[in-house]
């Protein structure tokens, strides 16, 4: 019932910006926690950021949340992460996904099928 569509994603020069953006259908953003992961080539599926149904946000690492910042619309009813000063092992699959409660494993209810994020050097 809850469907996540990805986009945003592209190639982009160390130390460039890129904003993605996660449109929600199916349920309101914020009855919704809801988290951004990526997957590196050769490598598992990490947490990156997390916002839960009060607005409260989590990030992986403390200087991941110097650069990165998770928001959501909810007059758009869109998730965003803001991504500055991108570095090449930013590279990756970024997914959106969506669950009851927030969770920084990849156990999370609801997945979109991912934008590619290629940082160069």
């Known amino acids: 019932q809850v469907q996540l569509v990805e986009s945003g994603g592209g190639l982009v020069q160390a130390g460039g910006s890129l904003r993605l953006s996660c449109a929600v259908s199916?349920?309101?953003?914020?009855?919704?926690?809801m988290g951004w992961f990526r997957q590196a080539p050769g490598k598992d599926r990490e947490f990156v950021a997390g916002?839960?149904?009060?607005?409260?946000?989590?990030y992986s690492t403390e200087s991941l949340k110097g650069r990165f910042t998770i928001s959501r619309d909810n007059a758009k009813n869109t998730l965003y992460l803001q991504m500055n000063s991108l570095r090449p092992e930013d590279t990756g699959v970024y997914y959106c996904?969506?669950?009851?409660?927030?969770?920084?494993?990849?156990?999370?209810?609801?997945w979109g099928r991912g934008t590619q994020v290629t940082v160069s050097s």
């Open positions: 199916g349920r309101t953003v914020s009855s919704l926690a």
């Open positions: 916002i839960g149904r009060n607005g409260g946000t989590l």
């Open positions: 996904a969506a669950a009851r409660f927030l969770t920084t494993s990849s156990s999370m209810d609801y």
